[in-house]
């Protein structure tokens, strides 16, 4: 049964039914650790000496553990022989439990808005042994007087202290599998796909497309816009009303979705905090001519934060063919040189000259090109570094550091691992596909990196490709158009915030909007591949996280510290103000407090501040009250007295009727969550909250236009399936290029589940051959009352196959088994 009596005979719930009475949905346990400061465990870089068990991994630094230890011995001066040796044990064990990575869940924290219990929650078991033996510590660990007055009546006592998630009550959530695997690293689902969050740094931008800093100490970041807009962003991230930079009256772009032109990239000069000097690359229009353009400005003497705009001195500039196929990256490496990656020139297939721009070593295009700016305020604008590969070689322009390149868009240096500085360095970018392939490249002196070539691994130009002489170099990883279409190179993350991302290299996709990762494996010297994807359930419950984002990924960018960032819209257009800047973030595991403590040079601010308002929102946990933190605090109905959570037994077979006619999903845990109506082919969403009890007619009415189902699961689960929708009078499959959350959870809202667990792609649910495909690049905001009214190609209109059929799995719990 799922009650039980007491010793006077009455009637008590059990946390079970409780939750299901009263609205308050508990699903299956699910790895969320989380401290009292509601922030991820750590470990701490001092060996704690009392609460040892949580040594490794926890909540508590080394002055945390003092402070217990104080208070332990305080408590325990208190008690003779006999009590210390009965109590002490219990006394450190519920003191070190503000240690546990669970911190938050054992005293009801994960709110910042409620109270935080005063003894962690226990499990009956463990509570009954603790009364029993060493109540009389009580008033010495909390100074509730409601615990207090409690401590004669052990059932209610034991109440008090259960916990309305049992599955994380102490210490049974020690021995709980599902808390205690895989606790500290990157949490991945079942298909491998590691599960990050998000926090709004920025947003209201057009096409932000280079988030920089200036590596000055100051800790300040300069977004730029397509339109030829700089800004400035302090710490706190606050915004600088005058903008850093305006060359919008230079910049030569349009309205137009998807051009390539504009304000392209901005880098600043490894001495700026002494020279004020940067450098920008930009698309202009000189007659009837479109050109790329690369400038060094200077920093205004009277405003650190504003450039001199009349300092202007072009340092280069080469004609463009076509609009397309720009390049645009500017970084200074390592060796202090300033490196500059143009686009082959445009059009399809590099058509320019017998094999093309890309492969040309006289031409300025397709190319990577490295020159020296140092000590240019007299004579040359820039000079050759002595060691460029082609400067001797006839015919070869003597800037070219690489070549053999399409459109690389996103370069970075990786700054190398924290502690042995392995890969330090390296020059990471993506390079955008033809038809077939994206690919990732380290790039490396004097090398040929195939294009027209070779486009990925494989030949695209299969004349040149079999040419012996090519010895150009592969990719570290490329992906078919199937996954994306246009990469984004990312950055090797080697900050201090997040220890576990370290080594990894994260990229996207601007059109499929997917997020990526590789990890260089050092017994193979290959690149592991995961996906990643936003967390979902309660993954990214932490204050001022969002687990989600517009689909077309810009650009990436580091901070002054070494931390992550991306930045994608939702309308690819430079004009269109729906750009974000977003930073990553690591909800399974961060660096120990202080380790990571840095103090920003001050900034003279002489333009009017602009303070953040963040726009973005969890949409895979819904604002519902998911726990109660005392039971005097639940919401009084009709089974539920207002004083002693009893219940009328004249109600119980009502219960239980209730209850006999609802199916649950069991798990491992003991914990239940109410398992999800099926739903017909018929439009229609579920009321939160409730389940429906009606059959369904025998003669059911025709679907109406935008309907959905979901088919193809082998295990023929009513929340998992290939999305197929009703449209103009006949069933069809959804194709899943764009298609992302958003687009998915209309399709689970409008099957009456509350959460959207994944967009599922690549006919992972089967392949509808025996239906037309209706539906192809699928835009959603999220709200849509169906598909049919987000912006897509049209009804009938695609360019896709089968086996890119759009699938999604839906839940109305925070776990899915």
């Known amino acids: 049964m799922c009650h039980y009596c007491d010793v006077r005979g009455r009637v008590w719930l059990s946390p079970c039914i409780r939750l299901f009475l009263f609205g308050l949905c508990v699903a299956p ?8 400061d509601f922030k991820p465990p750590f470990r701490p870089q001092q060996e704690l000496q009392f609460c040892s068990m949580y040594k490794y991994f926890g909540c508590c630094d080394y002055a945390k553990d003092q402070e217990l230890m104080d208070r332990f011995y305080k408590i325990m001066d208190r008690f003779d022989y006999d009590g210390y040796s009965k109590c002490a044990g219990y006394v450190q064990d519920l003191l070190c439990q503000e240690c546990s990575p669970f911190a938050a869940h054992l005293f009801d924290a994960e709110d910042p808005s409620t109270p935080i219990r005063t003894i962690p929650g226990l499990c009956p078991g463990y509570c009954s042994q603790f009364w029993q033996r060493c109540r009389t510590t009580v008033p010495l660990l909390s100074d509730d007087p409601h615990l207090v007055e409690l401590q ?25 599998e599902h808390l205690t695997q895989n606790l500290g690293r990157v949490r991945s689902d079942s298909a491998g796909c590691l599960q990050l969050c998000l926090e709004e740094v920025a947003n209201g931008l057009r096409n932000p497309l280079a988030m ?30 005058k903008p850093f930079l305006n060359i919008t009256k230079a910049v030569l772009t349009s309205p137009w979705e998807g051009d390539e032109r504009g304000f392209l990239g901005l880098t600043f000069h490894p001495n700026y905090k002494y020279n004020g000097k940067l450098y920008v690359y930009y698309s202009v229009e000189i007659g009837f001519d479109e050109r790329i353009r690369i400038s060094e400005f200077r920093i205004s003497a009277g405003d650190m934060n504003v450039v001199d705009h009349g300092s202007e001195r072009i340092i280069l500039e080469i004609d463009e063919p076509a609009s397309n196929h ?26 320019f000259g017998t094999y093309g721009n890309a492969q040309n070593k006289s031409a300025l295009l397709g190319k990577v ?55 330090k360095g390296r020059i990471f970018c993506g390079d955008v596909g033809q038809n077939k392939y994206e690919e990732i490249d380290i790039i490396e002196k004097g090398r040929n990196y195939g294009w027209r070539a070779k486009e990925g691994f494989s030949c695209y130009d299969m004349k040149l490709c079999s040419n012996s002489s090519l010895d150009d170099v592969l990719p570290i990883y490329a992906y078919s158009h199937k996954m994306g279409k246009s990469v984004t190179g990312g950055y090797v993350y080697r900050g201090c915030e997040y220890p576990n991302l370290n080594g990894m290299y994260i990229f996207g996709d601007f059109m499929s909007g997917r997020m990526m990762s590789l990890q260089e494996n050092t017994n193979t010297g290959k690149w592991d591949y995961q996906e990643i994807c936003m967390g979902v359930g309660l993954t990214c419950a932490f204050p001022g996280l969002i687990d989600n984002y517009h689909q077309y990924i810009i650009s990436f ?11 994608s819209t939702e309308n690819p257009s430079a004009t269109s103000p729906s750009g974000v800047v977003y930073k990553l973030v690591d909800p399974s595991r961060r660096a120990a407090p202080g380790q990571c403590h840095y103090d920003p040079l001050p900034v003279r601010v002489k333009s009017k501040l602009i303070q953040l308002k963040p726009k973005g929102t969890l949409i895979h946990v819904h604002n519902k009250k998911s726990k109660v933190q005392h039971r005097d605090e639940l919401p009084v109905g009709p089974y539920q007295t207002d004083t002693d959570m009893t219940v009328n037994p004249d109600w119980l077979q009502d219960i239980m009727d209730l209850l006999e006619n609802t199916e649950f999903h069991t798990t491992t845990t003991p914990t239940t969550t109410i398992k999800p109506p099926r739903q017909s082919g018929r439009r229609g969403r579920g009321r939160k909250g409730k389940h429906r009890t009606d059959r369904p007619p025998k003669l059911m009415a025709s679907p109406q236009n935008g309907a959905v189902r979901l088919a193809g699961d082998r295990a023929e689960r009513a929340d998992h399936g290939r999305v197929e929708i009703f449209a103009d009078g006949e069933w069809g499959t959804v194709c899943d290029d764009l298609w992302n959350t958003k687009s998915a959870a209309v399709v689970c809202r409008q099957l009456g589940f509350r959460y959207t667990v994944k967009a599922a792609k690549h006919s992972e649910f089967g392949e509808g051959k025996d239906l037309r495909i209706l539906l192809d690049d699928v835009q959603c905001e999220g709200s849509e009352a169906s598909l049919l009214d987000c912006k897509h190609s049209g009804v009938g209109v695609h360019n896709c196959a089968h086996n890119e059929d759009a699938g999604v799995i839906c839940s109305n719990s925070d776990y899915v088994v």
């Open 212 to 241: 920089v800093h200036a590596n000055d100490g100051t800790h300040r970041f300069f977004v730029a816009e397509q339109v030829g807009l700089v800004w400035t962003y302090l710490p706190d991230r606050s915004k600088l009303e």
């Open 369 to 423: 090109l490295r020159i020296d700016v140092d000590d240019n305020d007299r004579g040359p604008l820039y000079k050759i570094p002595p060691d460029n590969p082609f400067a001797r070689e006839r015919g070869a322009r003597p800037e070219v550091y690489a070549y053999g390149v399409r459109n690389m868009w996103r370069c970075s240096v990786d700054r190398g691992d924290p502690l042995t500085k392995d890969g």
């Open 326 to 351: 720009n390049g645009g990256q500017l970084l200074f490496a390592d060796d202090g040189y300033l490196y500059i990656f143009t686009g082959d020139g445009g059009m399809a297939g590099d058509p």
């Open 557 to 567: 960018a580091e901070d002054e510290a070494g931390e992550l960032y991306f930045m």
């Open 152 to 176: 004669t009546d052990q059932t209610r006592f034991c109440q008090y202290l259960e916990l309305m998630d049992p599955d994380y009550c102490y210490p049974h959530l020690l021995s709980n």
């Open 29 to 36: 346990v699910i790895l969320h650790p989380q401290c009292l």
